[in-house]
């Protein structure tokens, strides 16, 4: 990959997608992580003003601290970028008090993740109609077309995704060229949505570098049939996200009425 140059198509991407649109710049939800991270930096370098917003949810200290040190060294690079703090921790429990919480543990425990992501998605789109801005997605093509690991109209629920044609290991090269702190590159990507410092691979059971690779074999047509051991369980774990997911990568299904029928 020609990085300096995908760096600087991106940032002209996203500087003419906000002059068309006519908006004031971008929001951007900051995690600790590298796809943040560099989605922010790359909005930062538009010129354009950028809102960065932490929205800790009982966050493990890791992920805040990371967040953190990530946004001041964005304030002392770029002018146009600014920040604040939104503190979902009291609206996630009062929200618990108000819906029901039987059913099987695991169970109830992902689907308050997914609204740990909504009510972020939600923060989001305050401060950017406030502002009259973008909210800038962060997905990377793994996560959003290949195993659909993220939060339908949560992380899912954006304006634009500058870094979702970029593979993991990709978003780590230009992370590395554009000067994401170094605690970010080696930190295990992790989704934060559970309060405690699971990372992405605890999840899914396989690595990015593993996941890519099982990418690419799908795009050339593998099957299950074509590999054993670790790989055939990579390939296995793969096609099960990219199965059950895929109401996640597809258009919002629509009833079309037949004609005869109006």
């Not at 003419?16 to 989605?39: E, K, L, Q, W």
């Not at 690991?149 to 230009?174: C, H, N, Q, R, W």
């Not at 099982?214 to 055939?232: C, L, P, Q, S, Y």
């Amino acid at each position: 990959m020609q990085t300096e140059k995908v760096v600087d198509y991106i940032v002209d991407w996203l500087k003419d997608y906000a002059n068309n649109a006519n908006v004031n710049g971008f929001v951007v939800g900051i995690s600790g992580g590298i796809d943040s991270a560099v989605t922010s930096t790359l909005c930062a370098k538009t010129g354009l003003d950028l809102l960065c917003i932490e929205m800790p949810i009982h966050q493990a200290t890791s992920h805040v601290t990371r967040a953190q040190e990530h946004i001041e060294q964005l304030k002392k690079r770029f002018s146009n970028v600014s920040d604040a703090r939104v503190d979902l921790t009291p609206v996630f429990e009062e929200f618990k008090t108000e819906v029901s919480l039987d059913g099987k543990q695991a169970t109830v425990d992902m689907a308050l993740a997914n609204t740990r992501a909504r009510l972020r998605m939600t923060t989001l789109y305050y401060y950017a109609g406030l502002q009259g801005r973008l909210v800038a997605g962060t997905g990377n093509k793994v996560e959003d077309f290949g195993v659909g690991f993220y939060t339908k109209y949560g992380d899912g629920g954006v304006d634009l995704s500058p870094i979702a044609d970029l593979l993991k290991s990709e978003v780590y090269d230009i992370g590395d060229y554009l000067g994401v702190p170094e605690s970010i590159m080696k930190a295990a990507p992790s989704d934060g949505l559970f309060g405690d410092a699971r990372s992405d691979e605890d999840q899914i059971g396989a690595s990015y570098p593993e996941l890519e690779w099982a990418m690419k074999m799908k795009d050339e047509g593998k099957t299950i049939n074509d590999f054993t051991g670790r790989e055939k369980e990579v390939f296995s774990i793969f096609m099960s996200y990219n199965t059950r997911n895929q109401h996640k990568m597809i258009p919002i299904p629509i009833c079309e009425i037949p004609k005869n029928l109006r």
